[in-house]
């Protein structure tokens, strides 16, 4: 038997594991769909919601976590590293306090527009 077919075998008894013991629903083999990523964004965002989370906090996670696994500047083990860590120890996205806000001004030709951002914590 190849190595591919045994690692296939063994991939099939961890699904169903996950099925039947841990009832998690299986989304398929997804290695050739298209616009294939490793955060499954509507996913993630609709269980967020159906958890009871605001909009705003959902946004904020999913920002953190798309920062963390698109890093072009660390490596691939960096990157799994960063996102594990916020899986695992969760994501800080609570909203700011007003305290820890400021407001910045950007001017683009005559239009003037307003952000606000959040400081970093110290």
Not at 40 to 66: C, D, K, P, V, W
Not at 95 to 118: L, Y
Request: net charge positive.
């Amino acid at each position: 038997m190849p190595i591919g077919q045994a690692e296939r075998q063994t991939q099939q008894r961890v699904i169903q594991l996950f099925q039947k013991t841990l009832a998690y629903q299986y989304l398929g083999h997804w290695q050739d769909r298209p616009d294939n990523r490793n955060i499954e964004t509507e996913l993630l965002e609709a269980f967020l919601t159906e958890q009871g989370h605001s909009a705003a906090l959902i946004q904020r996670t999913l920002h953190l976590l798309n920062c963390a696994a698109n890093d072009q500047t660390q490596g691939l083990y960096a990157c799994n590293k960063a996102v594990y860590g916020l899986l695992r120890y969760a994501c800080r996205s609570k909203p700011m306090p007003v305290s820890r806000r400021k407001r910045s001004f950007s001017s683009t030709g005559n239009t003037r527009s307003a952000t606000i951002s959040a400081l970093p914590k110290r």
